[in-house]
């Protein structure tokens, strides 16, 4: 059965950091490709950050390119999310999902985390 | 940038009936559509991909069609737990970038 368990998340201040981390099981994690997609209270989803099964190729939205860095570790199938330079609109229910080969969809999901920035 | 538009924002069906939910792209994205379920404070899953292939698991009552900027998600005959938000999502092959609809409530009428 696969499973996501995600960590992390809390309240932050405008211009905190915060790290994300997804545990991932029941596949073979190095295989896949990964993601984040956040939800905003009361909103849509939106996609974030993606990586290749094997690490070396990375893409963000354009809301996020400069401030948020996703990384995995294939030996621990983990994958994290650090996020920089956090602003109010950041705020959101954050997800990990799996991603199919070929990176077209996500077939899997995360329980969610809250990230709240907020003085 | 792509945008996904879904409609109508809330729909109303009785159970037992069947609903339609549509789902319009800015531009054309073949058949690389896939829809979601998200029920509240849950994550959401996976519904259809490729516009109209059933992910694993899900009931035949569920099918989607369209091809290019016209989509649709039919459900053939509402069941209690079918109550969701419904999204769809398109996936740009290169580079790789994903969008959502805003997404349509089915609520019970």
């Known amino acids: 059965e696969v499973q996501l368990l995600q960590s992390g998340g809390g309240l932050v201040q405008p211009g905190g950091s915060l790290r994300l981390s997804c545990a991932a099981s029941?596949?073979?994690?190095?295989?896949?490709?990964m993601a984040w997609v956040r939800q905003a209270p009361g909103k849509g989803l939106e996609w974030v950050s993606a990586?290749?099964?094997?690490?070396?190729?990375?893409y963000y939205a354009d809301s996020v390119k400069g401030r948020f860095t996703i990384s995995r570790d294939n030996s621990k199938n983990t994958l994290s999310l650090q996020m920089n330079s956090l602003r109010v609109d950041d705020t959101a229910v954050y997800f990990c999902?799996?991603?199919?080969?070929?990176?077209?969809?996500?077939?899997?999901w995360g329980q969610g985390t809250l990230v709240t920035v907020s003085s | 940038e792509i945008v996904m538009t879904q409609y109508p924002a809330t729909l109303s069906v009785s159970p037992g009936e069947r609903a339609t939910l549509s789902c319009r792209a800015s531009?054309?994205?073949?058949?690389?559509l896939a829809w979601y379920q998200q029920k509240l404070g849950q994550a959401p899953r996976l519904l259809i991909h490729?516009?109209?292939t059933r992910a694993i698991g899900i009931p035949g009552r569920f099918s989607g069609s369209g091809s290019g900027t016209e989509f649709t998600l039919t459900i053939s005959s509402l069941q209690p737990e079918d109550f969701a938000v419904y999204y769809c999502?398109?996936?740009?092959?290169?580079?790789?970038?994903?969008?959502f609809g805003q997404g349509t409530k089915l609520e019970i009428k």
């Open positions: 999502q398109q996936y740009n092959v290169w580079p790789p970038t994903y969008t």
């Open positions: 999902a799996k991603l199919v080969v070929g990176m077209y969809f996500f077939d899997y």
């Open positions: 531009q054309s994205v073949s058949t690389n």
């Open positions: 990586v290749s099964a094997g690490g070396d190729r990375t």
């Open positions: 029941g596949f073979i994690f190095s295989s896949y490709p």
């Open positions: 490729g516009a109209s």
